[in-house]
Protein backbone atom coordinates (compact mmCIF):
# COMPACT_ATOMS: atom_id res chain seq x y z
CA UNK A 1 0.00 0.00 0.00
CA UNK A 2 1.93 2.95 -0.77
CA UNK A 3 2.45 5.76 1.83
CA UNK A 4 0.82 8.56 1.60
CA UNK A 5 2.49 12.22 1.63
CA UNK A 6 1.63 15.82 2.67
CA UNK A 7 0.86 18.06 1.51
CA UNK A 8 1.11 17.41 -2.36
CA UNK A 9 2.61 20.77 -2.95
CA UNK A 10 4.74 23.30 -0.93
CA UNK A 11 6.01 27.08 -2.52
CA UNK A 12 8.46 29.22 -0.84
CA UNK A 13 10.72 31.81 -0.37
CA UNK A 14 14.14 31.74 -0.64
CA UNK A 15 15.32 30.95 2.89
CA UNK A 16 12.08 29.68 4.18
CA UNK A 17 12.06 25.78 5.59
CA UNK A 18 9.58 23.15 4.78
CA UNK A 19 8.32 20.18 6.33
CA UNK A 20 7.11 16.88 3.97
CA UNK A 21 5.65 14.19 5.51
CA UNK A 22 4.97 10.67 5.34
CA UNK A 23 3.13 8.16 6.36
CA UNK A 24 2.60 4.20 6.28
CA UNK A 25 -0.43 2.10 7.00
CA UNK A 26 2.32 -0.75 7.25
CA UNK A 27 4.83 -2.09 9.96
CA UNK A 28 8.33 -0.38 8.25
CA UNK A 29 11.86 -1.63 8.41
CA UNK A 30 12.75 1.70 6.80
CA UNK A 31 12.07 5.15 4.77
CA UNK A 32 13.72 6.17 2.46
CA UNK A 33 13.76 9.86 0.64
CA UNK A 34 14.53 10.87 -2.82
CA UNK A 35 14.46 14.53 -5.00
CA UNK A 36 14.04 14.04 -8.14
CA UNK A 37 14.52 17.29 -10.78
CA UNK A 38 12.34 17.84 -13.58
CA UNK A 39 13.34 15.59 -16.45
CA UNK A 40 15.86 13.59 -14.03
CA UNK A 41 16.67 10.45 -12.13
CA UNK A 42 15.73 10.52 -8.70
CA UNK A 43 18.44 11.32 -6.43
CA UNK A 44 19.14 9.74 -2.99
CA UNK A 45 19.01 12.38 0.07
CA UNK A 46 18.38 9.90 3.11
CA UNK A 47 17.25 6.43 4.59
CA UNK A 48 15.84 6.21 8.54
CA UNK A 49 15.79 2.80 10.19
CA UNK A 50 14.24 1.53 13.02
CA UNK A 51 16.09 1.82 15.72
CA UNK A 52 17.40 5.73 15.13
CA UNK A 53 19.89 4.66 12.81
CA UNK A 54 20.25 7.25 9.78
CA UNK A 55 21.87 7.76 6.60
CA UNK A 56 22.38 10.38 4.21
CA UNK A 57 23.36 13.83 3.35
CA UNK A 58 24.22 16.31 6.20
CA UNK A 59 22.38 19.18 5.15
CA UNK A 60 18.89 17.20 4.94
CA UNK A 61 17.53 15.77 8.06
CA UNK A 62 14.47 14.06 8.83
CA UNK A 63 12.65 12.10 11.43
CA UNK A 64 10.96 8.33 11.46
CA UNK A 65 8.65 7.62 14.47
CA UNK A 66 8.46 3.87 14.33
CA UNK A 67 5.13 3.65 16.17
CA UNK A 68 3.45 5.76 14.16
CA UNK A 69 4.95 4.57 10.49
CA UNK A 70 5.21 8.11 10.09
CA UNK A 71 8.42 10.19 9.34
CA UNK A 72 9.56 13.90 8.55
CA UNK A 73 11.51 15.81 5.78
CA UNK A 74 12.64 18.80 7.28
CA UNK A 75 14.14 21.29 4.48
CA UNK A 76 15.22 24.21 6.15
CA UNK A 77 16.41 27.56 4.70
CA UNK A 78 15.33 26.20 1.50
CA UNK A 79 17.79 27.41 -1.49
CA UNK A 80 16.50 27.48 -5.21
CA UNK A 81 18.42 24.13 -5.34
CA UNK A 82 15.80 22.81 -3.01
CA UNK A 83 13.26 22.88 -5.99
CA UNK A 84 11.46 19.55 -7.23
CA UNK A 85 9.50 16.41 -6.35
CA UNK A 86 10.63 14.80 -3.13
CA UNK A 87 9.10 10.78 -2.39
CA UNK A 88 9.18 8.69 0.63
CA UNK A 89 9.70 5.38 0.02
CA UNK A 90 9.04 2.66 2.25
CA UNK A 91 10.33 -0.85 3.00
CA UNK A 92 8.64 -3.54 5.05
CA UNK A 93 9.75 -6.95 5.19
CA UNK A 94 9.73 -8.01 1.64
CA UNK A 95 12.06 -6.29 -0.97
CA UNK A 96 9.37 -3.81 -2.08
CA UNK A 97 9.96 -0.07 -2.09
CA UNK A 98 6.96 0.89 -2.54
CA UNK A 99 6.88 5.27 -3.10
CA UNK A 100 4.72 7.93 -2.15
CA UNK A 101 3.01 9.90 -4.52
CA UNK A 102 5.42 13.02 -4.23
CA UNK A 103 5.33 16.51 -2.83
CA UNK A 104 6.22 19.38 -5.28
CA UNK A 105 8.51 21.76 -3.86
CA UNK A 106 9.20 24.91 -5.45
CA UNK A 107 11.54 27.65 -4.17
CA UNK A 108 11.42 31.08 -5.22
CA UNK A 109 14.21 34.08 -5.11
CA UNK B 1 32.20 6.11 -13.76
CA UNK B 2 30.18 3.92 -11.53
CA UNK B 3 26.17 4.17 -13.00
CA UNK B 4 23.45 2.85 -14.15
CA UNK B 5 22.53 2.64 -18.14
CA UNK B 6 19.28 2.06 -19.56
CA UNK B 7 18.61 1.62 -23.61
CA UNK B 8 16.94 3.28 -25.45
CA UNK B 9 16.49 6.11 -23.82
CA UNK B 10 13.10 7.24 -26.29
CA UNK B 11 10.95 4.59 -27.35
CA UNK B 12 7.98 4.84 -29.56
CA UNK B 13 6.43 1.97 -30.67
CA UNK B 14 2.97 0.36 -31.71
CA UNK B 15 0.19 -1.84 -29.62
CA UNK B 16 1.36 -5.56 -30.02
CA UNK B 17 5.10 -5.58 -31.12
CA UNK B 18 7.31 -6.53 -28.32
CA UNK B 19 10.11 -4.84 -26.70
CA UNK B 20 12.89 -4.87 -24.64
CA UNK B 21 14.38 -2.08 -22.56
CA UNK B 22 17.71 -2.99 -21.01
CA UNK B 23 19.12 -2.05 -17.91
CA UNK B 24 22.50 -2.50 -16.69
CA UNK B 25 24.80 -1.31 -13.68
CA UNK B 26 28.25 -1.77 -13.33
CA UNK B 27 28.63 -1.54 -9.61
CA UNK B 28 28.39 -5.24 -8.81
CA UNK B 29 25.05 -4.31 -7.01
CA UNK B 30 22.84 -7.43 -6.15
CA UNK B 31 19.55 -5.73 -5.90
CA UNK B 32 18.07 -4.23 -9.51
CA UNK B 33 14.10 -2.80 -9.71
CA UNK B 34 12.29 -1.28 -12.07
CA UNK B 35 9.66 1.48 -12.03
CA UNK B 36 7.45 3.09 -13.95
CA UNK B 37 6.09 6.71 -13.22
CA UNK B 38 3.38 8.31 -13.54
CA UNK B 39 2.04 11.73 -13.41
CA UNK B 40 0.57 12.27 -9.86
CA UNK B 41 1.26 8.80 -9.20
CA UNK B 42 4.79 8.75 -8.36
CA UNK B 43 7.15 6.20 -8.64
CA UNK B 44 5.60 2.54 -8.89
CA UNK B 45 7.76 -0.79 -8.54
CA UNK B 46 7.14 -3.31 -11.58
CA UNK B 47 9.88 -5.89 -10.35
CA UNK B 48 12.79 -6.48 -8.20
CA UNK B 49 15.53 -8.81 -7.80
CA UNK B 50 17.41 -9.67 -4.82
CA UNK B 51 20.20 -11.72 -6.95
CA UNK B 52 20.46 -13.71 -9.86
CA UNK B 53 17.76 -15.97 -10.73
CA UNK B 54 15.71 -14.17 -7.73
CA UNK B 55 12.80 -11.63 -8.96
CA UNK B 56 10.06 -11.14 -7.36
CA UNK B 57 6.66 -9.22 -8.24
CA UNK B 58 6.22 -5.24 -6.82
CA UNK B 59 2.76 -3.80 -7.20
CA UNK B 60 2.31 -3.13 -10.97
CA UNK B 61 3.67 -6.51 -13.07
CA UNK B 62 0.78 -7.30 -14.87
CA UNK B 63 2.13 -6.79 -18.72
CA UNK B 64 6.01 -7.30 -17.72
CA UNK B 65 8.76 -9.82 -17.74
CA UNK B 66 11.99 -9.25 -16.49
CA UNK B 67 14.37 -11.97 -16.47
CA UNK B 68 18.05 -11.92 -14.21
CA UNK B 69 20.10 -13.78 -15.72
CA UNK B 70 23.66 -12.42 -14.95
CA UNK B 71 23.97 -9.86 -11.63
CA UNK B 72 25.13 -6.60 -13.60
CA UNK B 73 21.93 -7.13 -16.36
CA UNK B 74 17.92 -6.97 -15.71
CA UNK B 75 16.05 -6.02 -19.27
CA UNK B 76 12.38 -4.99 -18.88
CA UNK B 77 10.42 -6.84 -21.67
CA UNK B 78 6.90 -5.91 -23.09
CA UNK B 79 5.28 -8.83 -24.65
CA UNK B 80 2.46 -7.23 -26.37
CA UNK B 81 2.80 -3.59 -25.28
CA UNK B 82 -0.72 -1.60 -25.04
CA UNK B 83 -1.34 2.47 -24.72
CA UNK B 84 -1.27 1.89 -20.97
CA UNK B 85 1.66 1.27 -20.31
CA UNK B 86 3.03 4.76 -22.10
CA UNK B 87 5.18 5.99 -19.35
CA UNK B 88 8.78 7.11 -17.90
CA UNK B 89 10.30 3.95 -16.58
CA UNK B 90 13.59 3.55 -14.32
CA UNK B 91 15.83 1.11 -13.53
CA UNK B 92 17.68 1.26 -10.13
CA UNK B 93 20.43 -0.71 -8.54
CA UNK B 94 21.43 -1.49 -4.77
CA UNK B 95 24.03 -3.10 -3.09
CA UNK B 96 23.32 -6.14 -1.48
CA UNK B 97 19.73 -8.23 -1.18
CA UNK B 98 17.32 -7.69 1.47
CA UNK B 99 19.09 -6.17 4.04
CA UNK B 100 20.85 -4.32 1.82
CA UNK B 101 18.19 -2.82 -0.09
CA UNK B 102 16.25 -1.63 3.36
CA UNK B 103 19.88 0.01 4.33
CA UNK B 104 21.37 1.29 1.12
CA UNK B 105 20.32 4.21 -2.02
CA UNK B 106 18.89 3.61 -5.17
CA UNK B 107 21.42 3.86 -7.56
CA UNK B 108 18.43 5.21 -10.71
CA UNK B 109 19.60 4.92 -14.39
CA UNK B 110 18.56 8.21 -16.87
CA UNK B 111 14.92 6.69 -17.83
CA UNK B 112 13.34 5.81 -20.83
CA UNK B 113 10.33 7.20 -21.68
CA UNK B 114 8.16 5.08 -23.83
CA UNK B 115 5.09 5.76 -25.34
CA UNK B 116 2.54 3.01 -27.34
CA UNK B 117 0.53 3.99 -30.07
Known amino acids: QQPVQSPQAVILREGEDAVINCSSS?????VHWYRQKHGEAPVFLMI?????EQKGHEKISASFNEKKQQSSLYLTASQLSYSGTYFC??????????FGQGTTLQVKP | EAQVTQNPRYLITVTGKKLTVTCSQN?????MSWYRQDPGLGLRQIYY???????DKGDVPEGYKVSRKEKRNFPLILESPSPNQTSLYFC????????????????FGPGTRLTVL
Open chain 2, 92 to 107: ASSPTGLAGARYNEQF
Open chain 1, 26 to 30: KALYS
Open chain 1, 48 to 52: LLKGG
Open chain 1, 89 to 98: GTLGNTGKLI
Open chain 2, 27 to 31: MNHEY
Open chain 2, 49 to 55: SMNVEVT
